[in-house]
């Protein structure tokens, strides 16, 4: 689990939207725990990205 900081806008997702979040992934809203009119907002990682920076 992982606890952070999004833009405002992100509250008003609703379950099953899909976004990227910069250098970390493809990430859905959840369907059952993202509520964000109550500020709570929780989105599942779909996939990573590949770093392969350094290698």
């Known amino acids: 689990m992982v606890t ?3 833009e405002p806008s992100l ?3 609703h379950g099953d939207e ?7 992934g493809y990430f859905v809203a959840d369907r059952k725990d993202h509520a964000g009119g ?4 929780v989105f599942n990682r779909v996939t990573g990205l ?3 920076f350094g290698k």
Do not use: I, N, P, T
């Open 4 to 6: 952070a900081y999004v």
């Open 11 to 13: 509250g008003k997702a």
């Open 18 to 24: 899909k976004f990227q979040f910069e250098r970390h």
């Open 38 to 41: 109550e500020g709570k907002v």
């Open 50 to 52: 590949k770093d392969s």
